[in-house]
């Protein structure tokens, strides 16, 4: 019997600590001259503003999102047909908008690699389509966008090549956005559309910006990047809100927990990187394309360059006082952009082949020496995780892994610690953490 037990709690450590090789394969496969040969054809399509030519083969967002459709289309062709490729589009008129200089649509494009066991759960990842001129209103001017969001849109057409490959048992979406520097238009109609379809989605991976290490400040970065994220929904109910005051979770909103994911996922498969979780929807005032995504309730994060240059966004091409403006395709690092592009593949691929996360997760323990917790039971689950952090730590530092779906946590006091659990799938991937949403009264 003791030998029994002893063999059991080496196959537990080994489930739960164990890596998968194939996150690594997936590392190795993203490939940085892929990147940056995508990067070159979109900037040649001299400007990318949705407002734009849209009947020209060669310029203009027309042109540009035609072949981020054709590249799409290859891709699926390559994987026997493993992606369907649509148009996603929305209609935006002058009336009301002060950034839209004439009436167009607004046209979003979406590849959908279907998973095997959970069709209806998706993982998204979005690049920017468009790019501006100093003056965003100006949409003749050539702006060829290199960093911003060239990048983060090749980026996202690379993780379709590499992770078609691969079969998942959620499905992955990989999109190109519009109409993000007039006002997050794209993100809005998609994040409606899925809406409306009945999504499931687990989160959004918004890329913007993701190839620039010379900051404006003189700091060159090669392996720091920044993922924003909100506290909690902006659609919480009222209750939900009064309720943390009494228990805690002002920090602990999905976009968080999944900005926690993505940053565990970094430090186990790429300890090099240094991710730094920002405590903040975007960059101060600032809104990027996972905005509209978090304010229908869905989990989404922005994953963007550490150190910007302001001197290379959103400014026309010229020389001014010995300094070269423009956002062009000499200053972006590849190789940078290849780092962040893996994080985003590991990350998308550890989602997508976990279980689903469980639904409702109730606490107690309130008056006693031990934290209580117990969970729906999660189809497709081995187990569960159960973690526990000091309420200052930004990361979940603490684990135990369980097969049942309750646990007591024996010595560890309920107020000292905040505490969340995830399901862990036969393969060893987890799902995103989930923050007690329950009071356990027993």
């Known amino acids: 019997m003791k030998k029994i037990t002893f063999l059991l709690l080496i196959f537990t450590i080994t489930i739960t600590a164990q890596t998968d090789p194939k996150i690594y394969d997936i590392i190795n496969e993203v490939s940085?001259?892929?990147?940056?040969?995508?990067?070159?054809?979109?900037t040649e399509f001299g400007t990318r503003n949705t407002f734009s030519d849209t009947i020209s083969n060669t310029r203009g967002i027309g042109a540009a999102r035609r072949w981020i459709k054709s590249e799409f289309d290859k891709i699926s062709k390559n994987c026997n047909n493993c992606i369907n490729t649509f148009y996603q589009k929305d209609f935006v008129t002058k009336k009301g908008n002060r950034r839209v200089p004439h009436d167009a649509w607004i046209v979003n494009i979406v590849a959908v690699q279907k998973g095997t066991k959970h069709p209806n759960r998706y993982v998204i990842m979005s690049g920017d389509i468009d790019s501006r001129a100093s003056n965003t209103m100006d949409f003749t001017t050539d702006a060829p966008g290199a960093n911003d969001n060239a990048s983060g849109m090749a980026g996202t057409i690379e993780v379709a090549r590499v992770l078609s490959k691969y079969k998942f048992e959620n499905s992955i979406i990989y999109v190109g956005l519009s109409g993000e520097e007039q006002g997050l238009f794209g993100g809005a109609g998609f994040a409606k559309y899925a809406k409306e379809k009945g999504w499931e989605i687990i989160g959004i991976l918004n890329n913007d910006m993701i190839g620039n290490i010379t900051g404006v400040d003189g700091v060159i970065d090669n392996r720091s990047f920044r993922i924003f994220s909100e506290p909690v929904p902006a659609n919480e109910t009222e209750r939900q809100r009064k309720m943390r005051r009494f228990y805690g979770g002002e920090v602990d909103g999905i976009s968080r927990q999944l900005a926690?994911?993505?940053?565990?996922?970094t430090k186990t498969y790429m300890p090099e990187m240094n991710p730094m979780m920002i405590y903040r929807l975007d960059r101060?005032?600032?809104?990027?394309?996972?905005?509209?995504?978090?304010?229908l309730g869905f989990a989404g994060i922005r994953i963007m360059e550490a150190h910007e240059n302001y001197t290379q966004q959103h400014q026309d091409i010229r020389i001014e006082n010995g300094i070269k403006y423009g956002d062009t395709f000499e200053h972006v690092n590849f190789g940078y952009a290849k780092k962040l592009t893996a994080v985003n593949a590991i990350t998308m691929a550890n989602l997508a082949w976990a279980p689903p996360s469980p639904t409702e997760v109730s606490i107690g323990g309130i008056v006693q020496a031990s934290a209580k917790l117990k969970w729906n039971k999660v189809i497709g689950a081995k187990g569960y995780k159960i973690y526990w952090r000091d309420t200052t730590s930004p990361t979940w530092d603490n684990s135990r892994y369980v097969e049942t779906t309750e646990f007591t946590l024996d010595g560890i006091v309920i107020d000292n610690f905040f505490f969340g659990v995830a399901a862990v799938g036969k393969n060893g991937h987890e799902s995103v953490v989930v923050f007690p949403n329950k009071i356990w009264r027993k």
Do not use: C, Q
Request: charged share 30%; glycine share 10%.
């Open 284 to 295: 101060f005032g600032r809104g990027g394309h996972h905005r509209p995504f978090n304010d």
């Open 260 to 265: 926690r994911y993505t940053y565990k996922t």
């Open 32 to 42: 940085a001259n892929r990147i940056k040969s995508d990067i070159k054809t979109l």
